[in-house]
């Protein structure tokens, strides 16, 4: 008779609130980091992770019965999710619910946040969006601490948040020059010996495509390039990380994203480190789920 071998293997299920800034009508920014936030699956975990997205550029946010009124439309497929079939709710900030509210309704029905990168800028403050998502980032981590990461947008709109605008800025500004295309992320020594950079190599290539920046102090920074020494952080005692780059851009979205860009820009601005590491940012995705988000492993015995 064949002896049975047992192995722990942790398992665990996590729910990640997205929010969209998002501004193109061909695709979602969420519906990519969607595919990136998705589990957690090795020889001892089994984490599944799921997760609900919010385009707050057009007025959806968690905790307003209108936003769950048209995602049970999108469920049901009577309508497919795309930002053509977004409707608009809601246009101006007096509209839009408290952002306590929000917050509250993120804390107790989530276990971590995204917020993703677009086409609009933290310096313009006449973005209708701009001051509600703003004191929502303040309650969730300060009051909170959850567990929340800003990708190019949502970087910058955490600083802004946490230490005021004078903490954002524009490259040109601060003398450096935008950055766009595939740039080579360098780790620096804290972000090395970071449990939240544990199996991603010490140098690895990542879609760059924003012109705007955060200003930060040298003990948060994470990552650099060759052109700029602010490209990740996480806030000092805080579950909160975030990025410049767009790690969850496929080589098919960054196409479609420079295309548009070489009709204003010179090709020549565009870098071209190779393409996007893929890995890396799947295995930071994991890291975050396991090390920030669960609420806790369920061990279970799995028989070999």
Known sequence: MAHMMHTD?????????ILDVGNRTDFFDGELLQNFFKQVDNESEHITVESDI?????????GDHRHSLWKELID????????????????????????????????RCYDGLIIGGGGDS?????????????????????????????????????IKALYGPDRVSTLQIQKSTPEYGYMTCYLNDFAKKHPIMTGIPNSFVQCFYHSDCFLIPQEMRLIHTKTWSNEAYQIPNRKCFGFQYH????REEAAREF???RESEPLSIIHHDGETDLEVSKRFAENFIRLYVLRGFVKTTQSV
Not at 9 to 17: D, I, N, P, Q, V
Not at 87 to 106: G, R
Not at 247 to 250: E, G, N, Q, V, Y
Request: aromatic share 12%; glycine share 4%; charged share 15%.
């Open 54 to 62: 919010y385009c707050v550029r057009y007025g959806h946010w968690p």
């Open 76 to 107: 049901q497929h009577i309508l497919p999710y795309s930002h053509m079939n977004y409707p608009p709710l809601l246009v101006e900030e007096k509209d839009f619910p408290e952002p306590k509210h929000i917050a509250s309704t993120i804390h």
């Open 247 to 250: 790690p969850c851009f496929t």
């Open 9 to 17: 293997m942790k398992s665990g299920h996590a729910k990640l609130c």
């Open 259 to 261: 295309e548009s860009l």
């Open 122 to 158: 933290t310096l313009n403050d006449n973005l209708p969006y701009l001051n509600t998502l703003l004191e929502v980032i303040r309650i969730l981590v300060n009051t909170f601490d959850f567990p929340t990461v800003g990708i190019c947008f949502g970087s910058q709109s955490i």
